[in-house]
C-alpha cells in the first residue's frame, strides 16, 4: 500500500511546512495579515484564520497548522480581548483548510486509492479552500461584532506593510511555484514537492533565515511525523482489505445503490459527517474512498468534484466532537479544557457546513481552475 510515487509527497510537503515554520516565515506571514486587516472589526482573529489558510497552503497539514498558528495567535487573541475558549477554536477551525487548500496530503491518499489526478485535485481544491476560509473570517467577524472582541488598531505604514510583504514573500513564491508547475503541466504533485522543498532550503539559507546547521533537526521532525502517517496508511489500507474481505463494502455498495439523485448524495454526506465525527482522517479516506467514488461516478458526478466534496466533508471532521483532532491539537497547545473549546467552535463547523453545501450544488467551484484537457 505505500509503494506509491505520488506518496513520496507526503514527507516532502511536511518538510517544507517544517521549513516554513524554522525559518520564521510562518510570523511574517501572520504580520502580514496583521497589517492588512489592522482596521477591520475581529481583525486578529480573522488574521489568524488567514495565516492558517496561507499555512496549510505550504504545509498540506491540518494539525500542523493548528499548532503552529495556536501557539503565535492564541495569546494575541486574548490580548485583544476575545473568550478564551473561542480564540482556540479559531485556531482549531483554521486549521480545516490544511487538506483543501493545496498541496493536501490527503489528497495525495485519495487520488491513489481512487485513481484520479493529484494534480487535478490540487488545483479544484483552490476555490473551495478559499471559499472555506472566508465563510469563517466572515463567521469570526460577526462573532466578533456581537460580543465587542477586538480592538481597533492604528493603521500600519506603507512601509511596515511592505517590509511584512517581503519577509513572508517566499512562501507565496513557494505556493506559486507548486501550483503553476502542476496546472502547466511542468511537475507532478511529488516533483512539485521536491522543488518546493529545493527552493525553500535555497532562499532561506540564502537570505540567512535558516541555518545549514538547522536543517537536519528540521528534516528530523518531518521524518518522525512521517513515521507516524506511514504506519497509519498500511494499518488502514489492511484495514479495508479485510472490510472487503467481510465483504462489508459490497453490502455498504449494494444499500446505496439503491437509492437515486438527492437521497443518495445525503446518506454520502451522512456517512462522511458521521465518520469525520469518530475516525481520524486518514483511515477515513482509505475506508470510504474505494466505496463512495464508485457510487458517486454511477450517480454522475464527475470524479474530480467529488473528490474535493469527500475532502470537504472529511475537513469538517477535524472540528467535530466527539474526536475532532484540531480540537485536541489545539487544547494541547492553549491549555484549554477540550469540551471548552468544542462548545465555542460550533459557529465555525456551521459556517464550514454552509461552504459544503455550496461545493455541493456548484460543481463549479471545483472544475473551474481544473485544466480544460482534463475535464
Known amino acids: 500500500g505505500l ?51 496561507t499555512f496549510a497552503a505550504v504545509s498540506g497539514s491540518n494539525a500542523a497548522t493548528t499548532a503552529t498558528i495556536g501557539s503565535m495567535m492564541h495569546q494575541e487573541l486574548l490580548r485583544d480581548g476575545y473568550d478564551s475558549g473561542f480564540s482556540a477554536a479559531t485556531c482549531a477551525a483554521g486549521g ?54 477586538g480592538i481597533r488598531r492604528a493603521p500600519v505604514s506603507l512601509r ?101 439523485g438527492n437521497q443518495l448524495t445525503l446518506a454520502i454526506v451522512a456517512i462522511l459527517f458521521v465518520s469525520g465525527m469518530l475516525l481520524e482522517s486518514l483511515p477515513n479516506v482509505i475506508i470510504w474512498a474505494p466505496i463512495l467514488a464508485p457510487l458517486a461516478n454511477q450517480a454522475g458526478f464527475d470524479p474530480i468534484h467529488f473528490g474535493v466534496i469527500f475532502m470537504v466533508g472529511i475537513a469538517i471532521g477535524f472540528i467535530s466532537p466527539p474526536y475532532g483532532l484540531n480540537l485536541f491539537v489545539a487544547a494541547a497547545v492553549t491549555g484549554l479544557p477540550y469540551l471548552t473549546i468544542a462548545r465555542r467552535v460550533m459557529p465555525y463547523v456551521l459556517a464550514l457546513m454552509v461552504a459544503w453545501t455550496l461545493v455541493i450544488m456548484f460543481p463549479e467551484l471545483s472544475l473551474w481552475l481544473v485544466p480544460a484537457i482534463h475535464k
Open 3 to 53: 509503494q506509491s510515487f505520488a506518496l513520496l509527497a507526503m514527507p516532502l510537503f511536511i518538510l517544507t511546512g517544517d521549513l516554513v515554520l524554522r525559518s520564521g516565515i510562518a510570523g511574517a506571514i501572520t504580520q502580514l495579515f496583521g497589517s492588512l486587516l489592522g482596521q477591520i472589526k475581529g481583525n486578529t482573529a480573522i488574521t489568524a484564520l488567514a495565516a492558517s489558510g
Open 96 to 149: 480545516t483548510g490544511g487538506i483543501i487548500i493545496p498541496p493536501s496530503t490527503l489528497f495525495i491518499v485519495y487520488g491513489v486509492l481512487v485513481s484520479v489526478s493529484v494534480g487535478d485535485l490540487f488545483i479544484a481544491g483552490v476555490i473551495p479552500g478559499v471559499l472555506m476560509t472566508l465563510l469563517m473570517m466572515l463567521c469570526a467577524m460577526l462573532m466578533a461584532h456581537k460580543h465587542h472582541w
Open 160 to 260: 511596515g506593510l511592505l517590509n511584512n510583504a517581503l519577509k513572508a514573500k517566499h512562501a507565496f513564491f513557494a505556493i506559486i511555484f507548486a501550483l503553476g508547475g502542476i496546472y502547466l503541466g511542468i511537475f507532478s504533485p511529488t516533483e512539485a514537492a521536491a522543488m518546493t522543498v529545493a527552493y525553500l532550503v535555497i532562499a532561506t539559507v540564502f537570505n540567512g533565515s535558516l541555518k545549514l546547521s538547522d536543517l537536519p533537526i528540521t528534516m528530523k521532525g518531518s521524518a518522525e511525523v512521517m513515521g507516524v502517517l506511514g504506519p497509519l496508511i498500511a494499518f488502514s489500507v489492511v484495514l479495508q482489505q479485510v472490510f472487503s474481505f467481510l465483504g462489508l463494502d459490497v453490502k455498504i455498495q449494494t444499500y446505496l445503490t439503491n437509492l437515486e
